[in-house]
Structure formats: C-alpha cells, structure tokens
C-alpha cells in the first residue's frame, strides 16, 4: 500500500514563512508528477503546484514568487515552500502524487492523496 503522509502546517502570522513536506512510502518504483492542492472553507480544491520527475514546476498565479516546490527523489519527499504568507493562504494543503508501485501481481500506477495538513495565516 502506497501512502502520503503531510507535515508543516500550523498557525504563522502574516508575512511569514512555512515549509510543508510530503513523503511517500510503500513499495515505490518510481513517483511521477507531484502537486500540492489547497482547499480553503467553502473553496474549491486548488492547485497550487505541481514538479515533474524532471524537476520542472509550474505555479498558481496567486502564489508564484512566494511559493517553491522541491523534491528529494532518495527521500521520496516532496516539500513546499511558503514565503510571505497572506491570510488568503489558509487553507487545509493537499498532496498528491502518481506513484507506480510494486505489489504481488506485478506493477502499478496509483493517483495517491494524502489526508491534508492544517495552514492557518493569522495575526
């Protein structure tokens, strides 16, 4: 079984920074894409991110300039970097990624979603 697991969020105040990480485990051959999505109350599911298996990004236009997204291939670890955090950043962040993986009938690729962690920007 594939997993997703979130870590970083919390409260920070406006202007702030944030570092969010997403680490995959399991029997993992290889992770493709990977995105960070947000979704703030009453908000549709966002992306915000996204880095292929050949580092290339792409960004929301809200958070570009202020946000990086990075990977460490030997860590299976995919990690986002927040500057200058607005309260309209707050939302619960969302990691996904397309994971093949080794079971007992052969190989798969899998769409793999983490449970989200809590981004609060608030004074």
């Known amino acids: 079984q594939v997993q997703l697991v979130e870590s970083g969020g919390g409260l920070v105040q406006p202007g702030g920074p944030l570092r969010l990480s997403c680490s995959a485990s399991?029997?993992?051959?290889?992770?493709?894409?990977m995105r960070w999505f947000r979704q703030a109350p009453g908000n549709q599911l966002e992306l915000v991110a996204t880095?292929?298996?050949?580092?290339?990004?792409n960004y929301a236009y809200s958070v570009k300039g202020r946000f990086t997204i990075s990977r460490d291939n030997a860590k299976n670890t995919a990690y986002l970097q927040m500057n200058s955090l607005k309260p309209e950043d707050t939302a619960v962040y969302y990691c996904?990624?397309?994971?093949?993986?080794?079971?007992?009938?052969?190989?798969?690729?899998?769409?793999?979603w983490g449970k989200g962690t809590q981004v609060t920007v608030s004074s």
């Open positions: 996904n990624g397309q994971i093949e993986a080794s079971t007992n009938r052969g190989r798969f690729r899998y769409d793999v």
């Open positions: 880095i292929t298996s050949g580092v290339s990004t």
């Open positions: 399991g029997s993992i051959v290889s992770i493709n894409a």
